[in-house]
């Protein structure tokens, strides 16, 4: 079976769409094969990887071919290539901020990505990674934490997006049924970390002392580099010079190691 990774918090301009990029790019070095998701309607991920609008259906048409039964296994039409990266992914458009009413139509809404993604199709993946929106109460969330076994929250090393951990737990805990969550997350990941502020290191220590080895040992350091690289369209994993790459390239190496235990 893949690895899929829902990768989401509630609070936005974390990095989360950076995280994702870079974790998928990790793991591709690291010899996996991987499958990045966009959901969210603004594309961001789509546009770092250099999606132009081609014709071709994207994650809202093949949502839309669950819903209506259009039962197919043949979904090499969806997936995109970025040569760059060596990357497959699934792209979104602004069609997708109308996909809720055709989820929510669905006799099991909960359950069109589990349907999807759970498919032979889509075991050729070690790994699938969901980009989500910051909205974790909608459908489109509600199905990528129903479909992944494992979560991933990226937490900007400041107080408000270490105050939405809890919820964003109790949200998990809550789609999966289960009393004890550990086993589902994949990690805490700090991100925007400046190591030379009292808030940072208080977040960092805090959320350490709070959840224990779920949090991953390196943190995403705050640097300009990482701004950059949406204009360069390019991850930072695969540059020597990079310590948010670095650390991007850490984190890889310790979801295949608790992956594997």
């Not at 839309?64 to 259009?70: D, F, G, K, P, T």
């Not at 458009?93 to 989820?103: D, E, F, H, T």
């Not at 949090?215 to 990079?242: D, H, I, W, Y």
């Amino acid at each position: 079976m893949s690895n899929i990774i829902a990768i989401a918090i509630e609070k936005g301009g974390v990095g989360k769409t950076t995280t994702t990029l870079n974790i998928g790019a990790g793991l591709r070095q690291l010899g996996q094969n991987v499958l990045l998701v966009d959901l969210d309607q603004q594309s961001h991920l789509s546009r770092w990887l250099e999606f132009q609008p081609d014709g071709r259906p994207t994650i809202s048409e093949l949502i839309y071919q669950e819903v209506s039964h259009i039962h197919s296994n043949n979904y090499v039409d969806f997936i995109r290539h970025n040569e760059k990266e060596n990357l497959d992914f699934i792209p979104a458009n602004k069609m997708l901020g109308g996909i809720y009413a055709i989820l929510g139509a669905d006799g099991e809404s909960n359950t069109v990505f589990s349907r999807i993604f759970r498919s032979e199709f889509f075991q050729q993946y070690d790994y699938i990674l969901f980009d989500c929106p910051t909205a974790v109460d909608n459908l489109l969330v509600s199905n990528a934490l129903q479909c992944s076994n494992k979560l991933l929250l990226p937490v900007q090393a400041e107080l408000l997006a270490y105050e939405g951990v809890p919820a964003m737990l109790q949200r998990f805990m809550a789609i999966k049924q289960v009393r004890d969550i550990c086993p589902f997350i994949q990690g805490l990941l700090v991100t925007m970390y400046n190591g030379r502020t009292n808030m940072s290191n208080e977040v960092y220590n805090t959320l350490f002392d709070s959840y224990g080895e779920l949090v991953f040992k390196e943190a995403v350091p705050m640097l300009q580099e990482a701004r950059n690289s949406t204009e360069t369209r390019s991850s930072l994993v695969g540059r020597r010079s990079s310590k948010v790459g670095q650390a991007y390239m850490a984190a890889a190496h310790e979801i295949i190691r608790r992956n594997a235990e």
